[in-house]
């Protein structure tokens, strides 16, 4: 893994270690060739177990499929006789969480902030990826409101089962869907709810299912009244008080069908398809190519005409 102490894998100078245990280590490091700062996340194939590295490959996989200015980047991934490691670019930030405690953002704040989850979920779930873990820990935020999504650990494409043989129920108890909890399959709609959550903190200051202890706040999330929950959401503005309504209903057949459908509503565009977007950028290069072949064909056509011209003149 390291050919001296402080340098891993042969080209990442590490600063600063940001997180370990025995299993795996964050560590904020240097990049000797590129000459650029990234985040080296690594994990033991040693000491983790078999579904702890599947998921980090799989996070690895999904994140190669994404690139978006609201999504942390990953920039490169490699296994080692002992260790596999992602590295990430390097965003400066705090987490939602903790920007909330320390900050009281205006209402302008809150709307830019939201507008920017919505928009890196969205491209996420353009791609059939589902992240299976929004909250706030997972939401960074610059000093500058800039946002990125990250940890993408959990995140499956769209089709894949919640539960696994080797998986159980994963997600962060506070934040998961009513269906993520029983266990049936996770869609988009499943993000939304979280989404959900996320933006009831965001915008009135309270978790509206925090519980006690992890059961409370489970069965909470299971068991709530719709009435009862969407009559606290009057001191809401519009169109949040539309958003977080529709975002927090049990049955997710009537919550949206992904992140896209939430942005005309805040006054942005909804995304294209991505197949539709690839087929478009095809279409527009045969266009070019062919109006650059007729410019082409007329110059020649000029340039041999010439000659002709001239001799006729004289």
């Known amino acids: 893994m390291s050919d001296r102490p402080g340098i891993l894998f042969g080209k990442f100078e590490t600063i600063e270690c940001l997180k370990k245990d025995d299993r795996g280590a964050v560590y904020l490091a240097n990049h000797r060739y590129l000459g650029t700062m990234i985040v080296l996340k690594v994990l033991s194939t040693t000491t983790a177990d078999d579904p702890m590295v599947q998921r980090f490959r799989r996070e690895a996989k999904v994140l190669a499929n994404l690139r978006h200015p609201n999504i942390i980047t990953v920039l490169d ?60 820990e997972n939401i960074l935020v610059s000093d500058a409101l800039e946002v990125k999504l990250g940890d993408f650990g959990l995140a499956l494409f769209s089709g894949d089962s919640c539960i696994t043989q080797t998986d159980t129920i994963v997600g962060t108890p506070g934040y998961m869907s009513p269906e993520q909890i029983r266990g049936e399959p996770c869609t988009a709609r499943s993000d939304l709810f979280s989404l959900g959550i996320v933006a009831h903190e965001l915008f009135l200051h309270r978790h509206p299912f925090i519980g006690r202890d992890v059961n409370e706040s489970i069965n909470n999330i299971v068991s709530f009244r719709e009435e009862t929950l ?85």
């Open 77 to 136: 991934f490699g296994i080692d006789p002992s260790a596999v490691y992602i590295s990430f670019e390097y965003f400066a930030s705090r987490n939602l969480r903790q920007l909330l405690s320390r900050q009281t953002l205006s209402p302008a704040d809150r709307k830019r902030v939201f507008t920017q989850i919505v928009r890196g979920l969205a491209h996420a779930h353009d791609r059939q990826i589902i992240h299976r873990d929004i909250k706030p």
């Open 230 to 314: 969407l009559s606290g959401l009057g001191e809401l503005e519009e169109p949040f008080r539309t958003i977080v309504r529709r975002l927090l209903r049990k049955n997710p057949l009537d919550r949206w069908e992904n992140a896209g459908a939430i942005l005309p509503l805040l006054g942005e565009e909804c995304p294209k398809p991505a197949s539709h977007a690839q087929s478009h950028g095809k279409r527009l290069a045969v266009y070019l190519g062919s109006a650059l072949l007729c410019v082409l064909l007329a110059v020649f056509f000029l340039l041999v005409r010439q000659p002709e011209n001239s001799t006729g003149g004289q």
